[in-house]
Protein backbone atom coordinates (compact mmCIF):
# COMPACT_ATOMS: atom_id res chain seq x y z
CA UNK A 1 0.00 0.00 0.00
CA UNK A 2 1.36 3.41 -0.55
CA UNK A 3 1.69 5.86 1.79
CA UNK A 4 -1.40 8.09 0.60
CA UNK A 5 -3.62 5.13 0.31
CA UNK A 6 -2.92 4.68 4.42
CA UNK A 7 -3.59 8.27 5.00
CA UNK A 8 -7.11 7.86 3.58
CA UNK A 9 -7.84 5.07 4.99
CA UNK A 10 -6.73 6.55 8.58
CA UNK A 11 -7.45 10.39 8.39
CA UNK A 12 -10.33 12.67 6.86
CA UNK A 13 -8.93 14.63 4.77
CA UNK A 14 -8.09 18.57 5.63
CA UNK A 15 -10.14 20.41 4.01
CA UNK A 16 -13.18 18.23 4.61
CA UNK A 17 -12.76 18.10 8.27
CA UNK A 18 -10.29 20.80 9.66
CA UNK A 19 -10.36 18.81 13.11
CA UNK A 20 -8.65 15.97 11.14
CA UNK A 21 -10.70 13.66 13.31
CA UNK A 22 -9.40 10.32 13.72
CA UNK A 23 -11.22 7.60 11.74
CA UNK A 24 -11.35 4.37 13.45
CA UNK A 25 -11.28 1.44 11.37
CA UNK A 26 -13.56 -1.17 13.17
CA UNK A 27 -10.96 -4.26 12.62
CA UNK A 28 -8.49 -2.92 14.59
CA UNK A 29 -8.47 -2.69 18.38
CA UNK A 30 -6.88 0.15 20.52
CA UNK A 31 -6.49 0.62 24.61
CA UNK A 32 -8.76 2.80 26.43
CA UNK A 33 -5.88 5.78 27.28
CA UNK A 34 -5.22 5.49 22.90
CA UNK A 35 -8.62 6.44 22.41
CA UNK A 36 -8.60 9.16 25.36
CA UNK A 37 -5.48 10.42 24.03
CA UNK A 38 -6.80 10.73 20.59
CA UNK A 39 -10.35 12.00 21.83
CA UNK A 40 -7.99 14.85 23.36
CA UNK A 41 -6.23 16.01 20.74
CA UNK A 42 -9.75 16.44 18.78
CA UNK A 43 -11.01 18.49 21.58
CA UNK A 44 -7.53 20.34 21.53
CA UNK A 45 -8.17 21.30 17.68
CA UNK A 46 -11.40 21.82 18.21
CA UNK A 47 -10.86 24.97 20.72
CA UNK A 48 -8.54 26.02 18.68
CA UNK A 49 -11.08 26.36 16.10
CA UNK A 50 -13.17 28.35 18.37
CA UNK A 51 -10.38 30.21 18.71
CA UNK A 52 -10.05 31.22 15.37
CA UNK A 53 -14.24 31.94 14.57
CA UNK A 54 -14.14 33.83 17.93
CA UNK A 55 -11.43 36.15 16.57
CA UNK A 56 -13.41 36.84 13.37
CA UNK A 57 -16.32 37.41 15.87
CA UNK A 58 -14.61 40.30 18.15
CA UNK A 59 -14.98 44.07 17.37
CA UNK A 60 -11.40 44.33 18.08
CA UNK A 61 -8.21 43.13 17.17
CA UNK A 62 -5.61 41.25 18.94
CA UNK A 63 -1.71 41.00 18.23
CA UNK A 64 0.07 38.07 17.29
CA UNK A 65 1.45 37.55 21.29
CA UNK A 66 -1.91 37.75 22.72
CA UNK A 67 -3.39 35.02 20.12
CA UNK A 68 -0.38 32.89 20.44
CA UNK A 69 -0.75 33.26 24.57
CA UNK A 70 -3.92 31.94 24.74
CA UNK A 71 -3.66 29.47 22.27
CA UNK A 72 -0.53 28.28 24.51
CA UNK A 73 -3.49 28.26 27.50
CA UNK A 74 -5.47 26.22 25.38
CA UNK A 75 -2.61 23.48 24.80
CA UNK A 76 -1.28 23.84 28.70
CA UNK A 77 -4.62 22.98 30.26
CA UNK A 78 -6.68 21.05 27.36
CA UNK A 79 -6.96 17.94 29.53
CA UNK A 80 -9.05 19.71 32.29
CA UNK A 81 -10.36 22.79 30.34
CA UNK A 82 -13.30 22.23 32.18
CA UNK A 83 -12.60 23.10 35.73
CA UNK A 84 -12.07 26.64 34.45
CA UNK A 85 -16.05 26.93 34.91
CA UNK A 86 -18.07 24.06 34.53
CA UNK A 87 -21.42 24.85 33.36
CA UNK A 88 -19.85 27.40 30.56
CA UNK A 89 -19.49 26.54 27.17
CA UNK A 90 -15.93 25.91 25.21
CA UNK A 91 -16.81 29.15 23.45
CA UNK A 92 -17.19 31.37 26.74
CA UNK A 93 -14.04 30.56 28.45
CA UNK A 94 -12.22 31.08 24.75
CA UNK A 95 -13.83 34.57 24.89
CA UNK A 96 -12.60 34.70 28.90
CA UNK A 97 -9.67 34.11 27.39
CA UNK A 98 -9.46 36.74 24.28
CA UNK A 99 -11.04 39.18 27.24
CA UNK A 100 -8.49 38.78 29.91
CA UNK A 101 -5.73 39.96 26.86
CA UNK A 102 -7.63 42.62 25.55
CA UNK A 103 -8.56 43.99 29.52
CA UNK A 104 -4.53 43.75 30.01
CA UNK A 105 -4.37 46.13 26.91
CA UNK A 106 -7.02 48.10 28.23
CA UNK A 107 -8.08 48.19 32.20
CA UNK A 108 -11.16 50.10 31.66
CA UNK A 109 -12.65 47.81 29.27
CA UNK A 110 -16.32 46.59 30.70
CA UNK A 111 -16.75 42.92 29.89
CA UNK A 112 -20.82 42.95 29.80
CA UNK A 113 -20.85 45.66 27.36
CA UNK A 114 -20.01 43.58 24.66
CA UNK A 115 -22.81 41.89 22.54
CA UNK A 116 -20.09 39.15 21.69
CA UNK A 117 -20.42 38.48 25.33
CA UNK A 118 -24.16 38.90 25.72
CA UNK A 119 -24.32 36.59 22.86
CA UNK A 120 -21.85 33.71 24.39
CA UNK A 121 -23.16 34.46 28.15
CA UNK A 122 -19.78 35.77 29.72
CA UNK A 123 -21.01 37.90 32.72
CA UNK A 124 -18.86 39.73 34.46
CA UNK A 125 -19.36 36.64 37.65
CA UNK A 126 -18.00 34.17 35.32
CA UNK A 127 -15.53 36.37 33.73
CA UNK A 128 -14.19 37.03 37.31
CA UNK A 129 -13.74 33.27 38.08
CA UNK A 130 -12.28 31.93 34.98
CA UNK A 131 -9.51 34.68 35.20
CA UNK A 132 -9.32 33.50 38.86
CA UNK A 133 -8.64 29.71 38.06
CA UNK A 134 -6.66 30.94 35.37
CA UNK A 135 -4.24 32.48 37.63
CA UNK A 136 -4.44 29.96 40.10
CA UNK A 137 -3.88 26.90 37.46
CA UNK A 138 -0.53 29.16 36.02
CA UNK A 139 0.71 29.64 39.81
CA UNK A 140 0.56 26.01 39.99
CA UNK A 141 1.94 24.79 37.14
CA UNK A 142 4.61 27.41 35.90
CA UNK A 143 7.74 26.70 36.61
CA UNK A 144 10.04 29.35 38.78
CA UNK A 145 13.46 30.47 37.95
CA UNK A 146 15.87 32.33 40.40
CA UNK A 147 18.37 34.59 39.08
CA UNK A 148 20.35 35.03 41.94
CA UNK A 149 24.13 35.75 42.83
CA UNK A 150 25.96 35.47 45.91
CA UNK A 151 28.40 38.54 45.19
CA UNK A 152 27.34 42.21 43.95
CA UNK A 153 29.98 44.39 42.75
CA UNK A 154 28.32 47.72 43.39
CA UNK A 155 31.17 49.67 41.48
CA UNK A 156 29.74 47.86 38.85
CA UNK A 157 26.24 48.56 38.80
CA UNK A 158 26.55 51.85 39.61
CA UNK A 159 28.07 52.60 36.57
CA UNK A 160 25.70 50.90 34.47
CA UNK A 161 27.99 48.05 32.93
CA UNK A 162 26.80 45.21 34.33
CA UNK A 163 25.27 42.15 31.95
Not at 52 to 62: A, C, D, M, S
Not at 75 to 80: S, V
Not at 155 to 162: A, H, N, Q, T, V
Request: proline share 3%.
Amino acid sequence: MTIQRLLNKYYKPEGACLTADFKINPSEKHTKEYNKKMKREQYRKNRHLILQELLNEIPFRLNQNQVTQIKYWIDRFNDNFKDFHRRSSNETIILAFIMIQRKQANPRLEVERLSICKKYNLTYPVFINIQNKLIFQLMRTTELTYNQSKHLNHSILEKGEYK
